[in-house]
């Protein structure tokens, strides 16, 4: 059974740090470019950063310089550790992975992403 299941989500206090994981099954996340969304309660989901696990990196203005993406290859899985984190990061966070690599410009689009985890929500408290 192909899935991606997020964990690690939780509550903090702003300037706090969490580190996300995208665990992956039924495929070789390797050979994959994953995305990280996040939907705030009443926005809509929004880009925050994509990897390939080598090639390449992009991240979202609203979290550059304080989000970091890697790969674990030995849990096949993506991370998204989160630094200084902000009141408005306040959201469900979604990974998602498709099947090839995007550029910077367009790294946000959902349409190609095939496969979505089903969130972990993430509270940053003032």
């Known amino acids: 059974q192909v899935q991606l299941v997020e964990s690690g989500g939780g509550l903090v206090q702003a300037g706090g740090s969490l580190r996300l994981s995208c665990a992956a099954s039924?495929?070789?996340?390797?050979?994959?470019?994953v995305g990280w969304f996040r939907q705030a309660p009443g926005k809509d989901r929004q880009f925050v950063a994509a990897d390939s696990g080598d090639t390449f990196t992009y991240y979202a203005d609203s979290v550059k310089g304080r989000s970091i993406t890697s790969r674990d290859k030995a849990k096949n899985a993506d991370d998204l550790q989160m630094n200084s984190l902000k009141t408005e990061g306040t959201a469900v966070y979604y990974c998602a992975a498709r099947w090839d690599y995007c550029v910077a410009s367009e790294c946000h689009v959902e349409f190609p992403y095939k496969y979505w985890g089903h969130g972990t929500q993430v509270t940053v408290s003032s």
């Open positions: 039924g495929f070789t996340l390797e050979d994959l470019s």
